[in-house]
């Protein structure tokens, strides 16, 4: 719903909702939507005769990428940005921090790094068939055929209203028509100067008895996703008290998924050293996180959220910068070249 040009986000997590914290959720779908198109586009590098990966094999490898991406996106997370998840036990199923999935945290980096050691087992793996291939070659796989998984990613973080992006208007002051006004600000590190306070009125009514304000908040946010005319005139009086903020997600996909895709993709038109859709990879992914994370605010569990005027998820794309431009630098050339899509070739049946 528009007020104010900006756009009030009115979207709810969950595609289907069974009870209060599970159902089917847009994340874990953009994930499997991920996954999917990634296992499509291998089969058909493979059809292709783009990969001397056989396409019975890719099955498995699949699996493995699968199993390095959501390890490593965990793992990652706590490591990079909430160390305290691995040692935070108690509560519900599954007790441990780390396994709590349902709960958010997943790094797009530390996913990377999974990927990367499931390369390694994928090539393992060929070698023990009798059909190798070289590591930079899997890898030039995974990084064009990640590019939508990165899309779907931020998509659903849109979705989900987090990872928000920086102000661009006060709450009450006229705002851009591209602008979002996420009310998930509120009640956390990220809301404007005495939003709570003016929130309360709104809140009141929502409010059970014994609840915090917060609580109540969360059963204001139900209505105004459940889409029905009270949401509709909750809306109206709900956007003035609201922020409106650069929608980061949105830039964030469609410049690492889309449009680093649409780069590799270029780049392999042509038959190719091993290793080359990884360098660009790197390097390009690393660029386009550093400007647009410039838009997006640091994560606020960090104590220390920026370093010399970089966040964290900056300071670990220069270290991708640096190591594609050192793949291709110092990794010879292979004597294999792979890819070549612009070119004629048989097609596998």
């Given amino acids: 719903m528009f007020t104010l040009a ?18 089917l959720r847009w ?70 921090g780390l396994l709590r999935l349902n709960q958010g945290g997943m790094a797009s980096h530390g996913g990377m790094l999974g990927v990367l050691t499931a390369t390694w087992f994928i090539t393992r793996r060929a070698k023990r068939d009798g059909t190798p291939v070289p590591w930079l070659h899997v890898c030039d796989l995974t990084a064009i055929a990640c590019t939508p998984g990165l899309f779907f990613g931020r998509m659903a973080n849109f979705v989900n209203a987090e990872l928000l992006g920086k102000i661009v208007a006060m709450p009450g002051q006229p705002a851009p028509w591209w602008a979002v006004k996420y009310p998930t600000e509120a009640f956390t590190t990220q809301a404007p100067p005495g939003q709570a306070e003016a929130l309360k009125p709104l809140i009141e009514p929502f409010r059970l008895k014994g609840e915090t304000y917060e609580e109540g908040y969360r059963h204001l946010l139900e209505v105004l996703r459940s889409g029905t005319p009270e949401a509709h005139r909750l809306a109206e009086k709900l956007s003035p008290l609201i922020s409106a903020r650069h929608p980061s997600q949105l830039y964030q996909g469609l410049t690492e998924g889309l449009l680093v895709g649409l780069v590799l993709w270029f780049i392999w038109r042509k038959p190719r050293h091993a290793g080359a859709l990884t360098s660009a990879f ?68």
Avoid at 6 to 23: C, K, M, Y
Avoid at 38 to 61: C, H, I, N
Avoid at 75 to 90: C, N, S
Avoid at 289 to 314: H, K, N, Y
């Fill in 27 to 96: 994340y874990g779908l953009s994930y499997a939507a991920g996954f999917v198109v990634a296992y499509v586009m291998l089969q058909k590098f493979s059809k292709m005769g783009l990969t001397p990966l056989s396409r019975e094999r890719l099955g498995d490898a699949m699996m493995t990428l699968v199993l390095g991406v959501v390890v490593g996106g965990r793992l990652g997370y706590a490591l990079f940005y909430e160390p305290a998840m691995l040692w935070t036990f108690g509560g519900g199923f599954p007790w441990w």
């Fill in 6 to 23: 900006a756009w009030l986000h009115d979207l709810s997590p969950f595609l289907v909702r069974f009870t209060d914290d599970f159902g």
């Fill in 282 to 349: 790197l390097v390009c992914y690393g660029i386009v996180r550093i400007l647009t994370e410039f838009i997006r605010l640091p994560d606020a569990q960090l104590a220390v959220q920026r370093i010399m005027g970089l966040s964290r998820g900056q300071w670990l794309s220069v270290a991708m910068i640096v190591a594609g431009l050192l793949v291709q630098v110092l990794v010879p050339p292979s004597k294999e070249l792979f890819g070549g899509w612009g070119k004629k070739r048989e097609v596998t049946k």
